[in-house]
């Protein structure tokens, strides 16, 4: 009888399991589509508006859905590499207009193709935004991963968790921790989240926290053999299985998957540092930093006379800061202190925020003037950076530009942010700002060096006005 009964239960399990799976992944698809088409279809009308052309809108539809298909935006993974994967797909679509555009070489097909399909991505990527976030609201996360389940040591779980809740988009809900090692009295790993520890106890914790992938930590007790059979057993209960690598800081635009000698491995492809990838950015820098220079020269001069009539001094800070390769150049600011501010900073030390000597920041400084205080709120003191960029001395996304005390106390992995330029605006500086700890920036920065991108760089960008209107940690 109690054999039945254990049969009935794990039957039951097997088909809610398969439903949820179903469900989970089958539901946001309709409405991913609803939002990409609506995006090709409002781009096709002002494409038409615009140029009163009716053969790109008539095509734009099916033109814009197939490349983004192709680059699987509606599978389960979709939203972490959003991005990147509508940029592929609108570089697809750009290349078959080209091509028709080779066997019927007509100008205005090529230029409503690629406006139309300019305005397709850009409405995707905003419609899609604003789709996540009316579902987070809601509390339903369509497709993405909801709840999961840790399985692994307590140390690496710890790590994944804090990496799974420091990302800017809203992590999964980790509904409990399977340990693979011994446990601590308190039995709780240090991870904040339910223990259930050994991994022959994951499908009665599977069954308990109802969750829907299981995060597998690499240990020696995890062998490939335990992790087949544990493939089949939540493939059976319909919860998914993930292996987590061992760097947590990595994109997955670095990782794939190699087979060699008929075994799966995965590669680890080095950052991007070369002069060849650099070539792009360094022209794309100095491009939009003229642009910005020329929009923005009456609000700078406006600034620089507002900052001589509200305190005696310059209108400008210049302070000597260490660029790529250690090289040393003269960073430019707005002025924001007064005159003799670093005279008392020995003075104010004990309310340094952060307790330690590399970064010196006050909640209510005395020694900001009223101007600095505005300057500062809305990061405006940092517009005149833009002749450091067009100087070649900085770039529009960096890391942090240093001092030469706090590169002397970098430790030598910390120390390969110096192989890059810094920048104006950074991740740590969308992330939070000041309000981040000492050594979250750091890891920000690093995590920024190591896993440059174009569409890094583009993301960071479009991120960089909301966080200083936001106003966060700015100070």
Not at 273 to 280: G, K
Not at 337 to 350: F, N
Not at 374 to 389: A, C, G, K, M, W
Not at 458 to 471: C, E, G, K
Request: net charge positive.
């Amino acid at each position: 009888m109690a054999v039945v009964e254990e049969t009935t239960r794990a039957g039951l399990a097997k088909t809610a399991g398969r439903m949820r799976e179903r469900r989970r992944r089958g539901s946001s698809v309709p409405a991913l589509l609803a939002v990409d088409a609506l995006a090709a279809t409002v781009a096709a009308g002002g494409v038409y508006l615009l140029f009163h052309r009716w053969f790109v809108p008539a095509v734009l539809i099916p033109l814009w859905l197939l490349p983004l298909a192709s680059q699987r935006v509606y599978g389960p993974d979709a939203d972490a590499e959003c991005f990147r994967r509508v940029l592929r797909a609108a570089c697809l679509a750009a290349a078959a207009a080209g091509a028709a555009w080779w066997f019927a070489p007509h100008d205005e097909l090529l230029h409503d193709a690629l406006m139309a399909l300019a305005l397709a991505a850009g409405l995707t990527l905003g419609l899609r935004r604003y789709q996540r976030a009316r579902m987070r609201v809601r509390g339903d996360r369509g497709g993405s991963i909801d709840r999961v389940l840790v399985l692994g040591p307590a140390e690496s779980a710890a790590e994944l968790i804090a990496a799974l809740h420091r990302g800017h988009e809203p992590g999964p809900q980790v509904v409990g921790v399977c340990r693979t090692d011994p446990a601590d009295a308190d039995g709780r790993a240090g991870t904040g989240a339910e223990v259930s520890c050994g991994a022959v106890d994951l499908l009665k914790a599977v069954r308990r926290t109802d969750c829907d992938t299981v995060i597998a930590l690499p240990g020696p007790e995890l062998g490939a053999k335990r992790l087949r059979q544990l493939s089949w057993e939540l493939q059976a209960a319909g919860v998914g299985l993930m292996l987590a690598p061992v760097l947590a800081d990595v994109t997955a635009g670095r990782l794939a998957v190699r087979p060699v000698a008929g075994v799966p491995l995965v590669q680890l492809r080095a950052p991007r540092l070369s002069a060849l990838h650099r070539i792009p950015k360094e022209l794309t820098d100095r491009l939009l930093a003229l642009l910005g220079i020329l929009v923005l020269a009456p609000l700078m001069v406006a600034i620089a006379v507002w900052v001589r009539l509200d305190s005696s001094g310059p209108a400008f800070f210049r302070e000597r800061r260490i660029g790529r390769d250690g090289r040393e150049f003269t960073l430019l600011k707005f002025r924001t202190m007064h005159r003799g501010a670093d005279r008392r900073k020995a003075e104010l030390a004990h309310l340094n925020r952060y307790g330690c000597d590399r970064f010196f920041k006050l909640a209510d400084d005395p020694r900001v003037t009223g101007a600095g205080s505005f300057l500062r709120s809305y990061s405006l003191d940092e517009l005149p950076q833009l002749f450091n960029v067009m100087a070649g001395h900085m770039s529009l996304v960096g890391p942090r530009p240093l001092v030469k005390d706090e590169v002397a106390a970098l430790s030598e992995d910390a120390s390969h942010r110096l192989v890059v330029k810094p920048g104006m605006s950074g991740l740590w500086q969308v992330s939070g700002r000041s309000c981040l700890p000492a050594d979250e920036r750091d890891r920000l920065d690093m995590s920024y060096v190591e896993n440059w991108s174009p569409a890094l760089d583009l993301s960071i960008l479009l991120r960089t006005p909301s966080a200083v209107v936001r106003r966060t940690g700015a100070c």
